[in-house]
């Protein structure tokens, strides 16, 4: 079956410590993703990376670092920097950036993160 | 700045009935925009997509319509089943290559049975 796996579904975070989400996409995309959303607030983008050992911030980068060392993972690390890390966390991918069709991003499950 | 807006946070709609979801934007470099249907606890999952070079398309019981002048899509659900009861959100994206989406901030829809 192919798709997005994100983990762990529930994650709890004590003050000054670091945690890494995990994304692992089975689809043979290039492009992959981490959004954030809040209650009554759309998705935000928090890093992208669009090619293997390559990645960009996105609007709301501060406090969260990744990295692309397999095309199917890229996992995201909440750092203590982040000051109000209680989200829901989003996984996506797609196909490529090279044309329009392609540009269908496919989220995974999710990951709730709550502060202790 | 919202670049992408979906001003009503909420709908209800009697089952069978049509559900109209509304969405605007501001940055006139959009070019193609999709529609994603998101559970509670879950990923959003895509519905359908437009391309401006259209104004129309459809896919059984979804229709996006786009209207560039105004800078405005819908979309539209018929006949609406309890099912669809979820949060939709559209999203945009630039006519230069770019994977960044630009996403609004969902339409809780409740179809009422």
């Known amino acids: 079956d192919g798709g997005i796996t994100q983990s762990p579904k529930y994650l709890f975070r004590k003050e000054g410590q670091n945690v890494t989400l995990s994304c692992e996409q089975n689809?043979?995309?290039?492009?992959m993703y981490w959004y954030r959303q809040d209650p009554g607030q759309g998705l935000r983008l928090i890093y992208y990376?669009?090619?293997?050992?390559?990645?960009q911030k996105g609007d709301i980068a501060e406090g969260y670092s990744v990295s692309r060392e397999k095309k199917e993972s890229f996992p995201l690390t909440v750092t203590s920097a982040q000051k109000n890390p209680t989200a829901f966390y989003l996984c996506?991918?797609?196909?490529?950036?090279?044309?329009?069709?392609?540009?269908?991003?496919?989220f995974g499950a999710g990951t709730r993160l709550s502060v202790l | 700045d919202q670049q992408v807006k979906q001003n009503s946070p909420s709908l209800s709609v009697q089952e069978g009935r049509i559900s109209i979801l509304n969405c605007d934007y501001t940055?006139?470099?959009?070019?193609?925009f999709l529609w994603y249907k998101k559970y509670p606890a879950e990923g959003p999952t895509f519905l359908i997509s437009?391309?401006?070079?259209?104004d129309k398309n459809e896919d059984g019981r979804f229709t996006v319509f786009l209207n560039k002048s105004a800078k405005h899509l819908s979309l539209h659900i018929v006949p609406s089943q309890p099912g669809d009861s979820a949060v939709y959100f559209c999203?945009?994206?630039?006519?230069?290559?770019?994977?960044?989406?630009?996403f609004g901030t969902g339409t809780r829809l409740t179809i009422i049975p």
């Open positions: 689809l043979n995309h290039d492009a």
């Open positions: 999203a945009a994206h630039p006519n230069f290559g770019n994977e960044k989406l630009t």
């Open positions: 996506a991918s797609s196909i490529g950036w090279t044309s329009r069709a392609k540009n269908i991003q496919y």
């Open positions: 437009i391309s401006s070079i259209k």
């Open positions: 990376s669009q090619i293997v050992n390559d990645f």
């Open positions: 940055n006139s470099m959009f070019d193609y």
